[in-house]
């Protein structure tokens, strides 16, 4: 017999494809609480929301006549017409959540709105109302929801720990405090505050009350426009480093979203600035047409897709780029660093540099007690150099951010860390150290610059340069090269010779399986080009997709070879060139295999040191 079922069952069953867990009530509560104009939330829960989770919001407030409607099934205040669907601006719309929670749980809702006298005490349980009755309670809406599941034993069996429940609600709640900064935000859970921000819209304060991490202090701030996108948010500089993506938030237009794409922009904006298998930290906001997005609707699902993910890639490594480049940016030796030591012992103090600067092992303390062979030596620059640069590397260098744009907004910032481009004209040149270190002033600092690294970068951005320059400088060689390869990769003919052509090379068929060179790029030399060109036809016959890393990656090894070695000595004048040849570059605060090549010291952070201040 075909009966239609009564709404209690219907609700259920229609309860149990939107609220899977606590986590979804959480959601739902506080994204209503958030539509409703609101500008402070509290939310508690307990047992990970299984018994207990309260939202209190200081918004509108729903009028006493309302409250009950506003637990029907498709019931809701934002849409009107199926017009209205194109246009939302609301998280909520379907009008389904207080429907659906209400008919798995003991749902209580105390609310009032602005004009009306007195507030609304509503009760239902599994769907029913128990009561409906006026009582005494400031302006806006809180929910208070019990016993999850109490009437679906099916359901409540799928349930996790309450940890596992908990840490997905912390998750969120940290998210939507990050997405929306504007409003303060309170989160206790099992009687403990977790966090609660202050409301004021300043970003880079809702980072540090939400994660009461102190390094994320020195978070620089990315605000960087291209096409009509926007990125902005916070990123940690190349010295705080993680070993995984876990601390990296993406938010497209207000939602946070996993995105393959937004990672790939990020790899390439630290690209040179971090060895493979770090991970930076980041809080990264794209602004974007949402008509040019494809977001899930799917309420649990936050893939997003973007219809130009070239154009989000460039946005987003730019605008690192350009955050990089920033005063800001310049990794500083920190007193905290400096351990305490007894004025009486004559300590040798050395600063260690920050813990997850790419080469981990920087000098550390001498302990007076210690035989100075038991100090950490710093790693040998063989051995960094021996990291597979292919990985880090692995497509063009960005022809992005040839130069600093200023954001359109001033940035806000609590710590106001200073933001203007790093300013080359105001450093003085004092000398070097053991031939290796070229050491500096400004007003503000006292700076150590690697001359190996720091000529490494001159000159890898000179050759870099050359190769994407539209003009190649080419040079005839007197006898042409000739190279054998594989028939199939003169088959392929089309794949690679465009590029080799616009690297500079004149070559072509030779008969058989021969090919003829009969100019190269003047950046290189006859043995270089010959090796080149080799590597470059076994890499296209791989499938030809990392030719541009064999490019990227000879480039690189002809900057580390070309440069000064770390023990040559240089006269005042050549560190003053070298200096100024830094400055025009564009990447000038590290080497091009990530290591950096300044470190600052501040002066407030030397008078730290000698505890002046
Ligand atoms: P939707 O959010 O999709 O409209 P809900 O079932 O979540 O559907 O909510 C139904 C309606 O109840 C909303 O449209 C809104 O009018 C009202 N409402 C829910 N929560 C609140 C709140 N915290 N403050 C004010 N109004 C609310
Ligand atoms: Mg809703």
């Known amino acids: 017999m075909i009966r239609v079922l009564d709404k209690i069952v219907a609700d259920k069953i229609a309860a149990g494809e939107v609220i899977e867990r606590p986590i979804s009530i959480v959601k739902e509560l506080v994204e209503n609480s958030i539509d409703s104009g609101a500008d402070s939330i509290i939310v508690e829960i307990k047992k990970g929301g299984k018994t207990y989770i309260r939202v209190t919001d200081n918004g509108c407030g729903i009028p006493d006549d309302e409250a009950e409607t506003a637990f029907l099934r498709h019931a809701t205040s934002k849409i009107t017409t199926a017009k209205d669907l194109d246009?939302?601006?609301?998280?909520?719309?379907?009008?389904?959540?207080?429907?659906?929670?209400?008919?798995?749980?003991?749902?209580e809702?105390?609310?009032?709105?602005?004009?009306?006298?007195?507030?609304?005490r509503l009760l239902i349980h599994g769907g029913e109302v128990i009561s409906n009755g006026k009582?005494?309670?400031?302006?806006?809406?809180?929910?208070?929801i019990t016993d999850l599941f109490y009437n679906t034993p099916a359901r409540l069996k799928f349930m996790k720990s309450d940890s596992a429940e908990s840490s997905q609600i912390i998750e969120f709640m940290s998210m939507i405090a990050l997405a929306f900064p504007q409003i303060r935000f309170r989160f206790i859970n099992n009687g403990n505050i977790v966090f609660s921000t202050t409301g004021q819209g300043d970003l880079l304060s809702t980072i540090l009350s939400v994660y009461k991490l102190s390094e994320y202090k020195d978070l620089v701030p990315v605000d960087f426009s291209s096409?009509?996108?926007?990125?902005?948010?916070y990123i940690s500089k190349p010295s705080l480093s993680r070993t995984s993506r876990r601390n990296q938030v993406f938010f497209v237009n207000g939602r946070v979203v996993s995105s393959k794409v937004i990672e790939k922009g990020v790899n390439e904006g630290y690209k040179e600035r971090l060895f493979e298998g770090r991970f930076p930290v980041c809080f990264l906001f794209i602004h974007t047409n949402p008509e040019k997005l494809d977001v899930n609707i799917h309420p649990n699902k936050k893939e997003v897709r973007f219809d130009d993910e070239h154009e989000i890639i460039n946005l987003v490594s730019a605008g690192i780029v350009n955050a990089l480049l920033r005063n800001s940016a310049v990794i500083e030796a920190k007193a905290k660093d400096v351990k305490n030591y007894e004025p009486q012992v004559k300590a040798i103090v050395q600063t260690q540099a920050t813990a997850d600067m790419p080469k981990a092992d920087a000098p550390k303390i001498v302990e007076p007690a210690e035989p100075v062979e038991n100090v950490k030596k710093a790693e040998p620059i063989e051995k960094a150099e021996q990291v597979d640069i292919k990985q880090i590397l692995s497509s063009k260098p960005p022809r992005v951010a040839e130069k600093v744009i200023e954001p359109d907004r001033p940035l806000i910032n609590?710590?106001?860390?200073?933001?203007?481009?790093?300013?080359?004209?105001?450093?003085?040149p004092t000398g070097a150290i053991f031939n290796t270190y070229i050491t500096a002033t400004d007003d503000n600092g006292f700076y150590l610059i690697d001359q190996h690294a720091a000529h490494e970068r001159v000159f890898y951005e000179k050759l870099v340069g050359e190769y994407l320059a539209d003009?190649?400088?080419?040079?005839?060689?007197?006898?042409?090269?000739?190279?054998?390869?594989a028939p199939s990769v003169i088959e392929m003919k089309e794949e690679w010779l465009g590029c080799l052509e616009e690297m500079g090379f004149d070559i072509d068929e030779f008969g058989g399986n021969s090919l003829v060179v009969r100019e190269i790029p003047t950046?290189?030399?006859?043995?270089?080009?010959?090796?080149?060109?080799?590597?470059?036809?076994?890499?296209?016959a791989d499938g030809g997709k990392t030719v541009n890393t064999v490019v990227v990656n000879k480039l690189i090894t002809k900057s580390c070879k070309a440069a000064i070695k770390a023990h040559d000595h240089l006269s005042i004048a050549e560190i003053e060139s070298l200096l100024n040849q830094l400055k025009a570059c564009r990447n000038p605060f590290s080497c091009p295999h990530g290591r950096p090549t300044f470190i600052r010291f501040t002066k407030y952070e030397i008078e730290k040191m000698f505890k002046r201040v």
Do not use: W
């Open 109 to 120: 809702l105390i609310t009032k709105t602005a004009e009306s006298k007195s507030g609304v």
């Open 414 to 428: 609590i710590d106001a860390p200073v933001n203007k481009p790093f300013d080359f004209d105001n450093l003085n």
């Open 523 to 540: 950046f290189m030399s006859m043995l270089e080009a010959e090796n080149f060109v080799r590597e470059y036809l076994d890499s296209a």
């Open 471 to 485: 003009e190649k400088p080419r040079q005839p060689i007197l006898t042409p090269i000739i190279i054998e390869t």
């Open 135 to 144: 009582t005494g309670c400031p302006d806006g809406t809180t929910f208070v």
């Open 227 to 233: 096409f009509g996108n926007r990125v902005t948010g």
């Open 87 to 107: 246009a939302i601006e609301t998280l909520g719309f379907r009008g389904e959540a207080l429907a659906s929670i209400a008919a798995v749980t003991h749902t």
